[in-house]
């Protein structure tokens, strides 16, 4: 914009400047003219009425000659006194038209096809005719002094130019200052936060947009911030059943089926609880520092709790992580990272026959071409995809909400990462989801 700005005004610049300044300039060179035929005309005029007396005397042809020499010197137009015989006293004259017409007594002033002006005054009294006082301009004569005016008023042109491009592009810096930082408040304000505010500035218009853009962040704000109360609130009312659910493990009589239900319960407690605090939680809490998790350890524990029921099913999990043990560090919650572990593992027991077989792999560090970070990649041995589709948030070919995959999505992306959906080498289905490294380099 400020570029625009400025060509803008310089084209408009340019065209008032021409305008303005070409009119003058052509107006300098006319009064140039003007001024040096009206010194020509006074001179001819002046030697005219001197020679008059001059050739009436018996030898006045030498004396006229005479004082036309005196008349003709550097830088003075060319003077001649043609007299009625055709002689020419000075420097050399034709006879034209002009000459001839003003012998009949007219004086007036001729410009010639070969260029510059003349000026013919008659001398009348002469014995024999009249004679012509002839005074020849030439253009550099006519014009002089005007090349001068006009570098002047090209400098005055340029000194315009850049005084207007000055003032232009003050004006551009300030309206892309203004736009800037209404640039950088949106920037934040998609980053998550909400506190963003902007401070009007500029012309009318740009404040304007910095108070509906201020408008807008309240009323995300608040449309967020009712939700979340929302999710929080339904997630509470879950206590209660969960209790009533634990209270009925509790009084089972099978010691084993009792503990086995009851860590079933306690887990959905642990969800429900977590639920709340992430609907209470602020969408950037950067207080503790950045975020950071151990993906190999997350996914160990999370198949370590998923393999009894695969085991009760018949199925085979097989976990790997790299050799050593050592951690793979992402920048992400372990809430997070549990849920979207549990999220691929539990589509694998819904959408797959009992019996179907899933691994589970943890890879980082550049790792199985794993970049800063980690990768996860659970594949199975079911049908895979139908019609290599994937389901989106909310829609499901199995009969569930469709969540499940959105949740590992959102997951790898908030962390700096990216979901992959493809085929196992068997031809069930494999997921890889990546997640960016800790932002603190954490290794240890």
Known sequence: MRRSILRLTAATTALVLAALLVPLSLLARSHAADRATADATARAHSLATGLGQVLAAPSGRRAAATVVNSANGPGLPRTSVILADGAVLGPPAKVTDAVRLARYGRAFTNEPERGGRTVLVPVQGVAGGTAVVHVQLTDEQLYAGTLASSLAFAGIGVGLMLLGLLFADRLGSRLVGSTRRLAAVADRLAGGDLTARAEPSG??????????????????????????????????????????????????????????????????????????????????????????????????????????????????????????????????????????????????????????????????????????????????????????????????????????????????????????????????????????????????
């Open 203 to 444: 012309p009318p218009e740009l404040r304007l947009v910095a108070g509906q853009l201020n408008h807008l962040a309240e009323r995300i704000d608040g449309f967020l911030t009712a939700e979340r109360e929302n999710a929080a609130d339904l997630a509470h009312r879950l206590r209660t059943p969960v209790a009533a659910l634990r209270l009925d493990a509790e009084g089972l009589r099978d010691a084993a089926e009792a503990e086995r239900i009851a860590a079933g319960v306690a887990a959905l407690e642990r969800g429900v609880d977590e639920v709340i605090r992430t609907a209470r939680r602020p969408l950037r809490d950067d207080a503790d520092g950045p975020v950071h998790s151990d993906l190999a350890a997350v996914a160990r524990e999370r198949a370590d709790f998923w393999l009894p029921l695969a085991e009760d099913q018949g199925r085979t999990l097989a976990f790997t992580a790299p050799p050593g043990g050592g951690p793979v560090w992402v920048r992400a919650e372990g809430a997070d990272l549990a849920a979207a572990v549990d999220a691929l593992i539990g589509n694998v027991f819904d959408h797959t026959a009992e019996g179907a077989g899933m691994r589970v792999a943890v890879t980082g560090d550049g790792e199985g071409g794993a970049g800063p970070g980690g990768l996860l990649v659970v594949e199975d041995d079911g049908p895979g995809f139908p019609d290599g589709r994937v389901a989106e948030r909310g829609h499901s070919g199995g009969g569930s909400t469709g969540l499940g995959l959105d949740i590992v999505r959102r997951a790898a992306l908030e962390s700096g990462g990216a979901v992959e959906f493809g085929a196992a080498p068997g031809g069930g289905a494999r997921i890889t989801a990546s997640f960016g490294g800790a932002a603190d380099g954490s290794d240890a």
